[in-house]
C-alpha cells in the first residue's frame, strides 16, 4: 500500500523567503507528526496532530514555524522568513493511533541560501 | 537525565560478529518502545517493537528492563548491510507521541 510521501523532495531557497512543505500520510493513520534532522543530528520533534485535537506546537522553534492539516489528513508545514540555519531535512511521520510504531516519509531536503 | 539517551558510537566490527545496543530512558511511565533504522541520509525505518518479555526477529533480539528503564538490541552474525544507525524511541509521558533517542552508529566490514 502506499506509504507517507513529501513534497517537494528537495526545496532550495534564499534567506527571507517562506516555503511550504508538504506531507501526505498513510490513509486512516489519525497522528501525524513532523521532525526536523540537521545533518549528522538525531531527530528533533516539531509538532504532533491527533485526530481533531488541537496540536502539539511544542517543538516548534519559532513563531516563523506553523503547520496545518486540513480534514484530518494531509498537513502542511510553513517556514516564513527562511533563516540558514533552518536548513536540514524535514520528516513527516503518520501512525495509527499516538504512541503506535510511526512510518516515516522520505523526508524534504530544506536549504536556506 | 535525558529522555532516551544511547551510546553514539560508532561501533565497529567485523562481519559475522555478535554487537549490542544499550538505551536508557527517563520516563518510568513509558508503554511503547521501538527500535528504527536510519541509513545515510533516508528516513527512519521501523526494525522491531520491544516487549516486555523479550522478542527476536531473526538475528535481532530486543530486550526491555522496566525496573532499570533499559532496552536493548542485539545483532547477531552482523553484515555489511547492518550498517546504519539504530534509534531507540520510547513512548513519552503523556502517551501522545515518541522520543527519538539520537541513534547509535554501527558500521560493519568485511
Known amino acids: 500500500g502506499a506509504g507517507v510521501s513529501q513534497s517537494p523532495s528537495n526545496k532550495v531557497t534564499e534567506k527571507g523567503k517562506d516555503v511550504e512543505l508538504r506531507c501526505d500520510p498513510i490513509s486512516g493513520h489519525t497522528a501525524l507528526y513532523w521532525y526536523r534532522q540537521s545533518l549528522g543530528q538525531g531527530l528533533e520533534f516539531l509538532i504532533y496532530f491527533q485526530g481533531n485535537s488541537a496540536p502539539d506546537k511544542s517543538g516548534l522553534p519559532s513563531d516563523r514555524f506553523s503547520a496545518e492539516r486540513t480534514g484530518g489528513s494531509v498537513s502542511t508545514l510553513t517556514i516564513q522568513r527562511t533563516q540558514q540555519e533552518d536548513s536540514a531535512v524535514y520528516l513527516c511521520a503518520s501512525s495509527l493511533a499516538p504512541e503506535e510504531k510511526q512510518f516515516f516519509g522520505p523526508g524534504t531536503r530544506l536549504t536556506v541560501l | 537525565r535525558k529522555e532516551v539517551e544511547q551510546d553514539p558510537g560508532p561501533f565497529n566490527v567485523p562481519e559475522g560478529a555478535t554487537v549490542a545496543f544499550n538505551c536508557t530512558y527517563s520516563?518510568?511511565?513509558?508503554?511503547?518502545f521501538f527500535w528504527y533504522r536510519q541509513d545515510c541520509r533516508k528516513e527512519p525505518k521501523l526494525l522491531m517493537s520491544?516487549?516486555?518479555s523479550g522478542n527476536e526477529d531473526g538475528r535481532f533480539t530486543a530486550q526491555l528492563n522496566r525496573a532499570s528503564q533499559y532496552i536493548s538490541l542485539l545483532i547477531r552474525d552482523s553484515k555489511l548491510s547492518d550498517s546504519a544507525t539504530y534509534l531507540c524511541v520510547v513512548g513519552n509521558q503523556a502517551g501522545t507521541a515518541l522520543i527519538f533517542g539520537k541513534g547509535t552508529t554501527l558500521s560493519v566490514s568485511s
Open positions: 520516563n518510568s511511565a513509558s508503554q511503547s
Open positions: 520491544v516487549y516486555s
